[in-house]
C-alpha cells in the first residue's frame, strides 16, 4: 500500500540550529513529493515539491529537500531556524497531483 | 498566485444541524477540488474528490449521504455536512487544483473548524 512516513513526531531546536525533517515513501514508482507547513488553525502552504529532475529542490522561507531514490526519502532542511518556522510540517507524495497522502506531521518547537 | 479561499472559517452548531462549507479558487479556474478532514493533531485524510459537474468520489469508509459534495462550477466546491454530530466535530480542509496544469501542485484553504455540541 501507498504510504508516507514521518518518523519524527515532534522536533525542537533552538533558533539558529540547522533542522532536518524526515520523510520516506512507499509507493511502487517514485511519486511526485511535497513538503506543506501548517501554522495553528491553518491551512497549508506549500514549501517545496519535487517532480523529476534535479534531486535537491529548493523552496521557500530557506527550505530545501533532497531526493534520494535509494533510501526513498525526501527530507526537509533548513540550514538556520527561525523562532517563526514554528509550526506542523507535512510530506505528501502523490502519483500524479491529485490524490495526495500525506505523513502524520513534525510538529517544530523552536526555542530561543 | 493561486488562492483558494474557504468559507466559514469556524463553525459552531447543535447537534442535528446541517453545515455548509464553501471552497472557492479565487484567481484560477479548478476542475477538481478536494476535500480533507483532520483531527486534532493528525494528519489530514482525503475524504473526497468533486469534479465540476460530475459526482465526487469519495474515499472508502466516507459517507456520502453524509458528507454532500456540489462542484456547480470552476471556482466553488460545498460541503455540506448533514444532521451533524458531535462526532463530525473536526478540522476540513479543502484544496484545488489548476486547471488543466497536470504539474500544479494542489494549493489549500484555511480550513474551517467545526464543532458540534
Known amino acids: 500500500a501507498q504510504s508516507v512516513t514521518q518518523p519524527d513526531i515532534h522536533i525542537t531546536v533552538s533558533e539558529g540550529a540547522s533542522l532536518e525533517l524526515r520523510c520516506n515513501y512507499s509507493y511502487g514508482a517514485t511519486p511526485y513529493l511535497f513538503w506543506y507547513v501548517q501554522s495553528p488553525g491553518q491551512g497549508l502552504q506549500l514549501l517545496l515539491k519535487?517532480?523529476?529532475?534535479?534531486?535537491l529542490v529548493q523552496g521557500i522561507k530557506g527550505f530545501e529537500a533532497e531526493f534520494k531514490r535509494s533510501q526513498s526519502s525526501f527530507n526537509l532542511r533548513k540550514p538556520s531556524v527561525h523562532w517563526s518556522d514554528a509550526a506542523e510540517y507535512f510530506c505528501a507524495a502523490a502519483r500524479n497531483t491529485d490524490k495526495l497522502i500525506f505523513g502524520t506531521g513534525t510538529r517544530l518547537q523552536v526555542f530561543p | 498566485g493561486a488562492v483558494v479561499s474557504q468559507h466559514p472559517s469556524r463553525v459552531i452548531c447543535k447537534s442535528g444541524t446541517s453545515v455548509k462549507i464553501e471552497c472557492r479558487s479565487l484567481d484560477f479556474q479548478a476542475t477538481t477540488m478536494f476535500w480533507y478532514r483532520q483531527f486534532p493533531k493528525q494528519s489530514l485524510m482525503l475524504m473526497a474528490t468533486?469534479?465540476?459537474?460530475?459526482?465526487?468520489?469519495?474515499e472508502q469508509g466516507v459517507e456520502k449521504d453524509k458528507f454532500l459534495i456540489n462542484h456547480a462550477s470552476l471556482t466553488l466546491s460545498t460541503l455540506t455536512v448533514t444532521s451533524a454530530h458531535p462526532e463530525d466535530s473536526s478540522f476540513y480542509i479543502c484544496s484545488a487544483n489548476l486547471r488543466g496544469d497536470g504539474n500544479q501542485p494542489q494549493h489549500f484553504g484555511d480550513g474551517t473548524r467545526l464543532s458540534i455540541l
Open positions: 468533486s469534479n465540476e459537474g460530475s459526482k465526487a468520489t469519495y
Open positions: 519535487y517532480f523529476s529532475g534535479d534531486t
